[in-house]
């Protein structure tokens, strides 16, 4: 594996530095006041597995601080199910032979009402890499859009400045891009063909919303891929730190998405434990104080509250995970790029939150110059 151009060591040193790391070091780490990439190392080292619960007291504190005691929630909506790629974990891709959906503009505001009635006022756009859903198509979804919605994201494929630059302009204020792994030895194996075969010009997107003016530059792995997720983890905070230094008036976010099955199944390559996934988003939340942590419905319940309580700030809620899915689930009919482990309700997962002390927030946006 190696380590992002723009980190300042090898591969070979960043993992045997995480694997020298002593139980004294993460303490002291713990101890400060600021934390910096070192520090990070310390807490996704094999030396600090075993020590969560100290980890999570000063997490949740660390989040309390910047966060207060609230958990932010949004839900994702699904624009088109066509995809030119074949990522192999995927159940959208291309080599699967299945009906498609695209949805149109109508079919699109339909589904945002759904989402809207059901409480949330933060949207993401998603899509798989479908040529047909412009940047046009979505600078005049995001117009309409934005006067139900306090903010909205995409998850799109990746788009260079003047692109972004269109949907920044309409009044999209959030970009998201997994790099689903950063090893770019092990991405082709993954990425077989298609556009997101060109791991350079993906990892490139971020920065070219950041100079777009993207508010919120959103960013993860996938996990499962890489057998090394403590590698993975730190080309992701040296991507942030990256990220962060480069375009300051914008937030880094960090998700994590853990690969869950698909219809079609997938042999998760690596599978990453709740434990391990747990040091991780730890981690991030001690070395990256202010960052927006988010965990998606992939997760079950319990799991999200918890983390919740000591480092997540968002969660997505009521989500379904294909076009027109929101109106097909009310229809009775379910489908999915991947299957979830939270399939509850809006009201459930706020009625969650409550009950572990905390407060549901729908709307931390307002627009005032536009
Ligand atoms: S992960 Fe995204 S780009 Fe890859 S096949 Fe699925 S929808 Fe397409």
Redesign the pocket.
């Known amino acids: 594996m190696k380590m992002l151009p723009y980190s300042n060591f090898t591969a070979e040193e960043i993992d045997g530095y995480i694997r020298s790391v002593k139980p004294e070091q993460v303490k002291r780490s713990l101890s400060q006041a600021e934390h910096k990439f070192t520090d990070f190392l310390h807490f996704i080292s094999p030396a600090a597995a075993d020590l969560l619960p100290e980890m999570t007291e000063v997490s949740a504190r660390i989040k309390r601080r910047h966060f207060g005691n609230t958990v932010r929630t949004f839900a994702p909506l699904y624009i088109s199910?066509y995809?030119?790629?074949?990522?192999v974990?995927?159940?959208?891709?291309?080599s699967y032979d299945y009906p498609r959906r695209r949805l149109s503009f109508d079919e699109v505001l339909n589904e945002a009402r759904i989402i809207r009635d059901m409480g949330h006022e933060s949207l993401l756009l998603i899509?798989?890499?479908d040529a047909k859903i412009s940047p046009d198509f979505t600078a005049d979804l995001i117009r309409v859009l934005k006067n139900d919605f306090a903010y909205i994201n995409i998850e799109y494929?990746p788009m260079t400045e003047p692109s972004y630059r269109k949907l920044y302009e309409a009044g999209c204020h959030g970009l998201t891009i997994f790099q689903?792994t950063y090893d770019p030895e092990l991405y082709p194996s993954f990425?077989p063909s298609?556009p997101?075969a060109n791991y350079q010009f993906r990892l490139n997107a971020l920065a070219e919303g950041g100079k777009a003016g993207f508010y919120n530059l959103g960013m993860g792995a996938l996990l499962g891929l890489n057998p090394n997720w403590r590698l993975e983890a730190s080309n992701m905070a040296v991507h942030g730190l990256w990220i962060r230094k480069h375009f300051w008036k914008s937030h880094p976010q960090f998700s994590f998405p853990r690969i869950t099955p698909t219809k079609w199944g997938y042999n998760v390559p690596a599978p990453l434990s709740d434990h391990d996934l747990e040091q991780m988003i730890l981690a991030f939340r001690l070395a990256f104080h202010e960052a927006d942590l988010i965990l998606s419905t992939r997760e079950k319940p319990e799991f999200r509250l918890r983390m919740a309580e000591s480092a997540v700030s968002h969660l997505s809620a009521g989500s379904q995970v294909d076009p027109g899915g929101y109106q097909d689930h009310l229809d009775g009919k379910n489908l999915g790029?991947f299957s979830m482990n939270d399939q509850s309700s809006v009201e459930q997962v706020c009625a969650g939150i409550r009950k572990h002390g905390m407060v549901p927030v729908f709307k931390d946006w307002d627009r005032s110059f536009q």
Request: glycine share 14%; charged share 25%; hydrophobic share 10%.
């Open positions: 199910s995809c030119m790629n074949n990522c974990y995927c159940g959208f891709r291309k899509t798989g890499e494929y689903e990425h298609g997101k790029q």
